[in-house]
């Protein structure tokens, strides 16, 4: 048996990785799992930089910035063999914004122009400054003619904390995993505007991150620990587990929320509390064709958006970033190895809810055709 500790956050999608533990998926593949639930994404990096975690439910874009050093000078090298999740977040609005804003900023823009010359701009919460909730709130509010980092002001909040932030007050909404969402709903407190999934459809999300050299040196268990998440992830796409999985996640020592935030939205039914009320084909997806392979070209739309807001200083070479990063020859052996049938990789253009289309082949040519832009170098 190999001992493994495992890192997550209080989030819906770190489902494969509590379901893997708690069904004794991961036992079956010869490793004795222990789970360290993190307070904080800087605290999960912080983990598995030190070795207090081997694996780690992990951001999509963190080990694309650490590639860039974006996650601080000392950040070990971090790679992503799979895709834990795709879709499944959402932007949540002040319920003061009820029937004024739905899923267009531009609605918004009048009180964030309004806030912005008074000197009071409204306040937005994400969870990592180069995280995923990062990019795609700032995506959003560019998209309805806000700028991220001239109109609104934004602050990183834990995930955890956003509706508690939200109850006291300090912000005016926050772009982040359920069921975080759902709970400023059920709290009184929020709406949903637009689930992540509307906005890019079938965005990776979250990912199982190793450090460089602990899947370099250990290679076997990683590859152990992804067939145990395969199985979980089939597990969790049933919807006959679904009763069972939202009571799993919501106890104490994972979630610690009421199983009723988690449910319907782990089956695509979103009651976004404005009146509006869908299952979206868009929703958390956790083991669908190809759905678990990690591609260079989502680590390149990260880059992208680096740049675009002035956290990268100069163009990166986007090919080779992203395959430092993308460790697809792992995923490749578990496909093989469980013989998954899966499709061709896509790694083509991607339409986003705006009509704009990104082309991985030309990211150069994608950010000078963007409106609102603040490239450093």
């Given at each position: 048996m190999t001992d493994l500790t495992l890192s997550f956050l209080p989030l819906t999608d770190a489902a494969p990785i509590?379901?893997?533990?708690?069904h004794e998926l991961f036992h079956e593949?010869?490793?004795?799992s222990t789970l360290r639930r993190e307070t904080s994404w800087t605290a999960s990096r912080d983990s598995l930089s030190r070795g207090d975690a081997h694996a780690a439910h992990m951001l999509f874009s963190m080990p694309v910035a650490a590639a860039c050093g974006l996650l601080g000078g000392n950040q070990a090298p971090l790679v992503i063999p799979w895709?834990?999740?795709?879709?499944?977040?959402?932007i949540s609005l002040n319920d003061s914004f009820k029937g004024i804003v739905a899923d267009d900023a531009?609605?918004?823009?009048p009180a964030a122009i309004e806030c912005r010359d008074t000197g009071r701009p409204l306040v937005f919460g994400h969870t990592l400054r180069v995280g995923t909730h990062a990019m795609l709130l700032r995506y959003w509010l560019a998209a309805g003619g806000?700028?991220?980092?001239?109109?609104?002001?934004?602050?990183?909040?834990?995930p955890p904390q956003m509706v508690e932030n939200m109850r006291g007050g300090r912000m005016h909404g926050f772009c982040v995993g359920e069921p975080w969402n759902a709970r400023s709903q059920s709290a009184g407190l929020g709406y949903t505007a637009i689930t992540s999934g509307e906005i890019w459809p079938g965005h990776p999300e979250k990912v199982c991150a190793f450090t460089a050299d602990y899947a370099r040196d250990n290679p076997?268990?990683?590859i152990s620990v992804l067939k145990a998440l395969h199985r979980a992830g089939e597990w969790l796409e049933d919807p006959a587990n679904h009763d069972e999985a939202a009571a799993l996640l919501a106890q104490p020592e994972h979630l610690d929320c009421d199983p009723f935030d988690v449910r319907d939205r782990l089956g695509g039914f979103v009651d976004y509390g404005d009146g509006r009320r869908m299952h979206l084909p868009q929703s958390v997806a956790f083991s669908r064709p190809s759905s678990n392979r990690p591609r260079e070209s989502h680590a390149t739309w990260f880059l992208t958006q680096f740049r675009r807001w002035g956290l990268l200083f100069g163009e990166p070479d986007y090919s080779a970033v992203a395959a430092?990063?993308?460790r697809t020859d792992l995923y490749e052996e578990v496909v093989d190895?469980?013989?998954i049938n899966d499709p061709a990789p896509i790694d083509g253009p991607e339409t986003f809810f705006d009509g704009s289309v990104f082309d991985p082949e030309s990211p150069a040519e994608y950010l000078r055709n963007l409106d609102c832009v603040h490239l450093q170098g």
């Open positions: 509590i379901v893997a533990h708690a593949q010869g490793i004795r895709v834990l999740s795709r879709n499944g977040q959402g531009r609605a918004l823009r806000i700028d991220p980092e001239q109109d609104v002001a934004l602050i990183t909040v834990p076997a268990t990683v430092s990063v993308m190895a469980l013989g």
